[in-house]
């Protein structure tokens, strides 16, 4: 298995932009989660999926997030409109057999 | 915020010394894990203590948990310089991950 896939691995947008992330979980892992890591925060649980069905959406920050997961091989996180303070890595991680595994992450730049 | 803490925040040791981050956590668990993180990197795990044990090893690593004082160390005994990175704790309870702030090791050859 090719792990956690992350894309884009750098992503860079003008303030006022929509940023879409993308996620594939492994296969057979049938939790998924969402989190955001800057220096100030550390690392923040955004949301997270089982099943498909989310489950805590507690840790997103504010309407201009939204997070899907149409089917057990994909999830997107969504920023709009993006700004500046979303300047952030976002980290993808699937839960199964084995425990937990994080993605490479999507590095978030807004100017 | 249900976020752990660590402590210290940097620790910059030389090669071959031992390395000691302490973590705190809020809620009960089932287990507590530890990972690291190069700069730039995605996380790593490194090795997992369920509540019902008080200490596990795994190589140069010695983690220990004390579910009374909701509490974790984790050691790395003689370092290398390969070992620079940042280590966090992470608290498992039941369902999600709920990380720590990590501390970042320095470790000059």
């Known amino acids: 298995d090719a792990g956690v896939i992350q894309s884009p691995r750098h992503e860079v947008t003008e303030m006022g932009q929509e940023v879409t992330l993308r996620c594939k979980p492994i296969s057979g892992h049938n939790s998924l989660f969402w989190y955001r890591q800057t220096m100030m925060r550390g690392l923040e649980l955004l949301i997270y999926?089982?099943?498909?069905?989310?489950?805590?959406d507690s840790g997103m920050p504010e309407d201009r997030f939204s997070a899907k997961m149409p089917n057990a091989s994909f999830s997107t996180l969504k920023i709009q409109p993006s700004e500046p303070r979303d300047s952030a890595v976002y980290f993808c991680?699937?839960?199964?057999?084995?425990?937990?595994?994080f993605g490479s992450g999507t590095r978030l730049t807004v100017v | 915020s249900q976020q752990g803490e660590e402590d210290p925040q940097a620790l910059s040791i030389q090669e071959g010394e031992n390395a000691t981050m302490n973590c705190s956590y809020k809620?009960?668990?089932?287990?507590l894990q530890w990972y690291r993180q190069n700069s730039g990197r995605g996380l790593v795990h490194l090795i997992l203590?369920?509540?019902?044990?008080r200490e596990k090893h795994s190589g140069r690593l010695r983690v220990t948990l004390d579910t009374s004082k909701k509490s974790s160390s984790l050691l790395i005994t003689a370092s290398r310089a390969a070992d620079t990175a940042s280590y966090f704790c992470?608290?498992?309870?039941?369902?999600?991950?709920?990380f720590g702030t990590g501390t970042r090791l320095q470790v000059f050859p």
């Open positions: 999926f089982n099943n498909n069905v989310p489950i805590d």
């Open positions: 809620t009960s668990i089932n287990n």
């Open positions: 992470a608290s498992d309870n039941t369902d999600k991950l709920i």
């Open positions: 203590i369920r509540s019902n044990e």
């Open positions: 991680a699937s839960w199964g057999l084995g425990g937990y595994t």
